[in-house]
Nanobody, 121 residues
């Protein structure tokens, strides 16, 4: 089994930055591919960014140039650096992991509980 725990969410002004973290534990070998998703109230869950074990990353068009996904394999931790936050970015952000799937769809086997990101006026 794999456990994923997100942290780092909070409220930030529009244009500001946040860094989310996701700590993995358990069967780490099953977390080859890792991703961040978000879901705002009334909207479908959206894949934000994905990274593989070689560090190759893909991003949703809505966050390209503003968000950066990264990982520290020694710490079994995934990060999402979010810059230039916009009013459309607030959502619950989830990390996900899978031993095989690499993409921005929801086919990941393991999911965290989420961390909330809000924009303050």
């Amino acid at each position: 089994q794999v456990q994923l725990v997100e942290s780092g969410g909070g409220s930030v002004q529009s244009g500001g930055s946040l860094r989310l973290s996701c700590a993995a534990s358990g069967d780490i070998y099953r977390t080859v591919h890792k991703a961040w998703f978000r879901q705002a109230p009334g909207k479908e869950r959206e894949g934000v960014a994905v990274i593989d074990n070689l560090g190759r990353a893909k991003y949703a068009d809505s966050v390209k140039g503003r968000f950066t996904i990264s990982q520290d394999n020694a710490k079994n931790t995934l990060y999402l650096q979010m810059n230039s936050l916009k009013p459309e970015d607030p959502a619950m952000y989830y990390c996900a992991a899978d031993p095989y799937y690499y993409g921005l769809g929801s086919a990941f086997q393991y999911w965290g509980q989420g961390t909330q990101v809000a924009i303050s006026s």
